[in-house]
């Protein structure tokens, strides 16, 4: 019932629809959380956090290209969680970018645009990665694919310490 449902259901509900006691609702979402099931109790009632698929790509492109490579992602589905770099004296430098549509990109250029910051890729001759999230590894694959059209996808170096391409 919490898998299938869009907002929280309270525990009363799940024990009236079950027919057992509401403490028996609290010592079963107990034991799904104690085997690993992510779920959330809110002032409305208990729901199942969503699962979010994550990945890690590596990409080069010019600064014209950022806000198409910013919209081909969240076209499809994804979020840009970040932006890094890995720097071979200062190591992995991160922001937090968050960016889930048009809009967001749009903002993010806004700022860019405005001097506000420059782009942290630059520091890097280009070279960074995205933790791009979605709802499924078919939506990342579709991601990588869209990606390595564009021409934006990166060879990763000797140099980097981890194959980001191969986390999921």
């Known amino acids: 019932m919490l898998t299938d449902s869009a907002e929280p259901i309270s525990g009363g509900k799940l ?3 079950t027919g057992v006691s509401r403490q028996v609702v609290v010592q079963d979402i107990a034991l799904l959380r104690a085997n690993g099931v992510e779920i959330l109790s809110t002032n409305r009632g208990y729901c199942v956090k969503d699962r979010v698929c994550e990945r890690v790509f590596k990409v080069r492109h ?3 290209d950022v806000q198409k490579e910013l919209n081909a992602i ?3 589905g994804g979020q840009v969680r970040d932006v890094f770099v890995y720097h071979k004296v200062y ?4 922001a937090e970018l968050n960016i889930r549509s048009r809009m967001d990109v749009e903002h993010y250029m806004e700022n860019i645009r405005s001097g506000m910051s420059s782009l942290l890729k630059n ?4 070279y960074h990665y995205h933790t791009i999230a979605a709802e499924s590894e078919e939506v990342l694959e579709v991601i990588l694919k869209r990606l390595q059209q564009m021409g934006f996808l990166a060879s990763l170096q000797e140099y980097e310490p981890v194959d980001f391409w191969k986390q999921a």
């Open 15 to 17: 024990a009236k629809e």
């Open 62 to 64: 010019s600064d014209e």
């Open 123 to 126: 520091v890097t001759s280009g």
């Open 74 to 76: 969240v076209d499809l």
């Open 91 to 94: 190591g992995v430098v991160r």
